[in-house]
């Protein structure tokens, strides 16, 4: 197997060299941002703009056949797009590689590396194959998926069914996901070639702080030119500077003199924890491409890919710069979304305004609207701050420093939220955390994900740490105990932080264990667990079935159902009445064996220890119980504090049970 030319790492979005790069990574002052770049003549001959550019063309001039993909970096962002495009391709063989061992060995087991709600269920049908199935092709009747008044019901199937014809039967198909270690034959055998790696912010050299490290993206892209086939169309999935496709060209000139690629982009535009809703439903997809008949062409070849399952009307299709570009401005604006409705949050602390009232009163107004105007401890993820500081560095390289400074500033707000909030804490507690015990319930930067890069929750501990508490708590649903031991570990080693090691950080596998005997709990992601909206489990399961049965979404055409169609069949019978009826989630009966672990699996001997799977231990389809927040306040110590970073708190419910409630804007 190839090597690159240094060291291996685990990095969030591909195992790629951990060489920090000194170069700056977007333009400052020169036309190149790489040393290996510095030659004008190579960036002037294959100008991405079309005016020199050597073009190939294929047979009559037809876009590109692609039967063969391949996805380099096997994290967040290359898992679960690629997997999706197998998933809605039958027909194409995709396979993700990875330099990293355990991660592809992950990918290849029951044990999946990340967590999202739905990646499960596609990567098992893509990668293993399904078996064939058939099913009614008719509506369930709202009667039937009702219960009896006395909430009863037999589990059975609902009467109706066994009468019903229009049987629709569902032949098998073959797995075409693959995950592989062997980096330089995939991409040899690829047609396009997705770059998914891992692009974070530079901490030292050059833009240290500000401009982006494309140390592993260069490097792909330096394997992609030495093994790709002529004509393959490789395409930027990773966030980067805008003209990186000129960099990505250039590299190509220096590995591969005379041998065209087309280069693309392709941002994502995936949110944590909905990443697969996402990927299914985009509300649109771009595709960047130079302007040349060639590049449209290669444009043409990826909306192919895409227009399985997305409408052609969500396709654009813009010129490559503006395509890169896109991708940093959008992820800025909602940043800035977050840091404007936090900044008011602060005014209605002092005023006695409430921060709900005010948002919900602005995002009546149709040219505000109401997204992103929930205030909170500040934003969080391994995107947002990035792409704003990448948007920063490169305005300031263009000499625009009054445009950085405006940026530099949605970041700045957030940092002032996080510790203002944290402030907030030991103020209550009369200004010692010593001999006290505080809870954080949340680790993850947002709900229903495993995700903690930059997670505000971190920065939060880390101040908290300061003040010498007894006991700091940690409980996530869907973060395992062991990796979030192992991540501070590897975060804060200026101090002993885990117990073991003799400091005050305990993670817990249980909330009501990380909450016993607290002084104050502080709310640091919006978990549904954690709300205490009071409703009954009847009620919640009479709306739950109600909502179901108005989803069924059968008939489907005559035509056959979709590969979208079977996957909202799937779930619909899940949160049905008849899922109690599917304990292995699999109602079609479609799934096949997933693949068995070896003896000494440790994923398996994490789960035997402590109860979670290396990405987790959330389900798309169980039932969350919200916390008993009576049984919580038992056990919490006088007086009983909550501190809500989230806005996910009914403060006069609260309040019943004896215990105050600081909230963020209120």
């Not at 590049?295 to 990826?302: I, K, P, Q, S």
């Amino acid at each position: 197997m190839d090597t690159f030319h240094a060291a291996v790492v685990n990095s969030d979005d591909g195992a790629f060299p951990d060489v920090v790069s000194t170069a700056p990574t977007t333009p400052g002052g020169s036309s190149t941002y790489s040393p290996e770049l510095c030659a004008e003549r190579y960036i002037d001959k294959f100008d991405l703009e079309g005016s020199n550019l050597q073009e190939i063309t294929t047979p009559h001039n037809a876009t590109p056949l692609v039967r063969n993909i391949c996805c380099v970096g096997a994290g967040y962002v290359g898992g679960p797009t690629a997997a999706v495009i197998a998933y809605q391709n039958p027909h194409l063989r995709v396979t993700i590689v990875d330099k990293n061992e355990q991660r592809i060995r992950r990918w290849n087991s029951k044990h999946l590396p990340i967590y999202e709600p739905g990646l499960g269920d596609i990567v098992r049908i893509a990668r293993d194959g399904s078996s064939g199935f058939s099913f009614v092709n008719e509506p369930t009747k709202l009667d039937d998926a009702i219960p009896d008044d006395s909430g009863c019901s037999s589990g059975s199937e609902p009467q109706g069914h066994e009468q019903r014809s229009g049987l629709t039967i569902v032949p098998s198909r073959q797995p075409n996901l693959f995950f592989s270690t062997q980096v330089a034959k995939c991409i040899g055998e690829a047609d396009v070639v997705l770059i998914a790696v891992n692009t974070p912010t530079k901490s030292k050299g050059a833009g240290a702080g500000s401009a982006t490290d494309m140390t592993a993206f260069e490097a792909v892209t330096r394997e992609v030119a030495k093994y790709a086939r002529p004509g393959t169309i490789i395409v930027e999935k990773s966030t980067v500077p805008c003209r990186t496709a000129q960099l990505v060209q250039g590299t190509m000139a220096v590995q591969r003199p005379g041998v065209h690629f087309e280069i693309l982009s392709n941002p994502e535009f995936l949110a944590a924890g909905t990443a697969m809703k996402d990927l299914m439903y985009p509300d649109r997809v771009l595709i960047g491409s130079a302007t040349t008949p060639s590049g449209r062409r290669a444009a043409e070849a990826l909306v192919g890919v895409y227009a399985a399952w997305v409408p052609r009307s969500r396709i654009i299709t813009t010129n490559v710069w503006s395509s890169e570009l896109s991708k940093l401005v959008a992820n800025s604006m909602l940043a800035q979304r977050i840091s404007s409705i936090n900044s008011i949050s602060a005014i209605c602390e002092k005023t006695g305004a409430k921060i709900d009232e005010v948002a919900m009163s602005i995002g009546c107004d149709p040219r505000i609207g109401d997204k992103f105007l929930k205030a909170g401890i500040g934003f969080g993820g391994s995107c947002f701050k990035k792409d704003i500081l990448s948007l920063v560095y490169l305005a300031e390289s263009l000499g625009l420093e009054e445009v950085g400074e405006y940026w530099q500033q949605v970041i700045k707000m957030n940092e002032y939220q996080r510790d203002r909030f944290s402030m907030r804490v030991i103020k209550c507690l009369n200004n010692t955390l010593v001999s006290k015990k505080v809870t954080l319930l949340g680790y993850a930067f947002k709900a229903n994900t495993s995700d903690t890069r930059e997670s505000p929750a971190l920065g939060i501990i880390k101040t908290l740490l300061e003040e010498s508490p007894r006991e700091l708590a940690i409980f996530d649903p869907c973060c395992n105990p062991e990796m979030v031991r192992q991540e501070i570990k590897s975060l804060i080693k200026d101090q002993p932080a885990l117990k073991e090691d003799g400091g005050p950080i305990e993670v817990y596998s249980d909330a009501y264990m990380a909450c016993d005997s607290s002084d104050a709990i502080l709310i640091t992601t919006e978990c549904n667990e954690f709300r205490n909206t009071p409703d009954s489990i009847a009620s919640r399961h009479q709306a739950a079935l109600l909502s179901a049965a108005r989803l069924d979404p059968r008939p489907f055409a005559q035509a056959g159902p979709t590969e979208t169609d079977i996957l909202c069949l799937h779930k619909y019978l899940l949160r049905s009445e008849l899922a109690s009826t599917h304990p292995d989630e699999d109602p079609l009966q479609r799934y096949r064996p997933e693949p068995s672990c070896e003896d000494d699996c440790p994923d398996c001997s994490l789960i035997k220890t402590s109860g979670y799977s290396t990405a987790g231990n959330s389900s798309e389809f169980s039932q969350k119980e919200k916390l008993d927040w009576s049984r919580i306040s038992y056990r919490m110590i006088k007086p009983k504090w909550l501190f809500d970073g989230k806005g996910i708190i009914d403060v006069r419910e609260m309040s019943k049970l004896g215990i105050r409630v600081e909230s963020i804007g209120q």
